[in-house]
């Protein structure tokens, strides 16, 4: 079964410049989450989707952060525009049901610097 | 709000010795999942084991296990017999209970675990 794809790996770019990240989740999974992970720290949730649809994005930046999963499949995290405090691995994860089971898989992430 | 504390910055053991790690939790909700994650230095979360806040036996999962105690909200992570291989950081987490955002987890700061051969 292939795991929780992410791209690209590494970007760097200047700040007030734009970036987007994909994600494409195990086949089948119905919920897709972004987490931003910042150096030093654990992850934090930027917005869950269930299908196609925003179930949570209460901690998603809106003035400068969006996020779509138009097909209820794979999903694009853009920021613009970037900010120095936007350096940070981006962690894209899946589950099938997000049930509590620690059925959430996650990707290698993307990792950001903002210069 | 829920929030997880770990203590620890950094751990380190000798190989095949069982360690623990720390992980104390803050939360109002009755119900509530605890979870641990390994992350190597590739950056991939990989989820080593469960407990469900009404679960009356501690969780196992191979070398790993969950020292669980509800009255002094702490979910400790047992590791038997380490393996150079542990050597990642590891994080803590509470799986937030309020409405319909299941699998919104709520991390601890990590601690990172060293084997030492």
């Known amino acids: 079964e292939a795991g929780v794809a992410q791209s690209p790996r590494y970007k760097i770019i200047e700040k007030r410049q734009s970036v987007a990240f994909w994600c494409n989740p195990i086949?089948?999974?119905?919920?897709l989450y972004w987490y931003q992970q910042i150096l030093g720290q654990g992850p934090k949730l930027l917005i869950q989707?269930?299908?196609?649809?925003?179930?949570?994005d209460s901690q998603l930046p809106k003035d400068r952060f969006s996020a779509e999963r138009l097909k209820g499949v794979d999903s694009t995290l853009k920021i613009q525009p970037a900010k120095l405090e936007d350096s940070a691995v981006y962690l894209c994860?899946?589950?099938?049901?997000?049930?509590?089971?620690?059925?959430?898989?996650f990707g290698e992430g993307s990792r950001l610097t903002v210069l | 709000a829920q929030k997880i504390t770990q203590t620890q910055p950094g751990m380190f053991v000798q190989e095949k010795e069982a360690v623990t790690l720390d992980c104390t939790y803050d939360t109002s909700d009755p119900s509530y999942g605890l979870f641990w994650y390994k992350q190597p230095s590739s950056g991939e979360m990989i989820f080593l084991i469960y407990q469900g806040s009404y679960d009356q036996q501690n969780a196992t999962e191979g070398r790993y296990s969950l020292n669980f105690q509800k009255a002094r909200k702490s979910a400790n992570l047992v590791i038997s017999a380490s393996q150079l291989g542990d050597s990642a950081m590891y994080f803590c987490?509470?799986?937030?209970?309020?409405?319909?955002?299941?699998?919104?987890?709520?991390f601890g700061q990590g601690t990172i675990l060293t084997v030492h051969p």
């Open positions: 987490a509470i799986e937030d209970a309020g409405g319909t955002s299941y699998g919104k987890l709520t």
């Open positions: 994860a899946s589950s099938l049901t997000g049930g509590w089971t620690g059925e959430l898989f």
């Open positions: 989707f269930q299908n196609n649809g925003v179930v949570d």
């Open positions: 086949s089948g999974h119905a919920t």
